[in-house]
């Protein structure tokens, strides 16, 4: 039994579960919420933000995920040096893995913004000054366009994992 492979395995499995649940639930509802709630949504991301850290456990998540991912497809494929690679499976994971990274990326620039949101939401006293509307409106911008490549990326990757045995060539 190869106990590396099962504890890369674990670890990528939880982790990528995490970084890709917290994607779609942040997508598909608290950010719609956030818009529909105005002062009490602008509370609520500050504390998300600033107080549950949720930006830095999300990209602890990702990147775990990333890096025993990685590490399990390099022992699979022999160091990249195996047929394995073209076979149905090293395509698919290769695949997922490409759209995880691009998921990565993207989730990074939400990340960002969304850090940038909770700061901005935690310091702001009554009404937004100019400067920080400016501030919300770009960090708001960048979300909008990011936030789904983020998440369709992940659950592609996710597909594409899930599937990667089942693939024939």
């Not at 105005?38 to 602890?60: E, P, Y």
């Not at 149905?88 to 997922?96: D, N, R, S």
């Not at 993207?106 to 700061?119: D, E, I, P, Q, Y």
């Not at 501030?135 to 979300?143: D, E, G, S, T, Y």
């Amino acid at each position: 039994m190869n106990y590396l492979v099962i504890v890369l395995r674990l670890v990528h499995i939880l982790a990528g579960a995490f970084w890709v649940g917290s994607s779609i639930f942040l997508f598909f509802f608290v950010r719609p919420t956030l818009a529909a709630t105005a002062d009490a949504g602008q509370k609520f991301m500050a504390h998300l933000v600033t107080k549950a850290n949720i930006t830095t456990r999300i990209t602890i998540a990702a990147f775990l995920t990333v890096l025993a991912g990685g590490w399990l497809y390099w022992i699979d494929s022999a160091g990249l040096t195996s047929a394995w690679r073209n076979s149905g499976p090293g395509i698919g994971f290769g695949v997922g893995s490409l759209f995880a990274l691009v998921g990565l990326v993207f989730g990074s620039m939400v990340g960002v913004n969304t850090a940038k949101l909770g700061t901005l939401a935690s310091q702001i006293q009554g009404k937004p000054s100019p400067e920080q509307m400016g501030q919300i409106q770009a960090a708001q911008k960048q979300l909008a366009y990011a936030s789904p490549i983020s998440t369709i990326a992940l659950i592609l990757a996710l597909d594409s994992m899930a599937t990667a045995r089942y693939w024939l060539f």
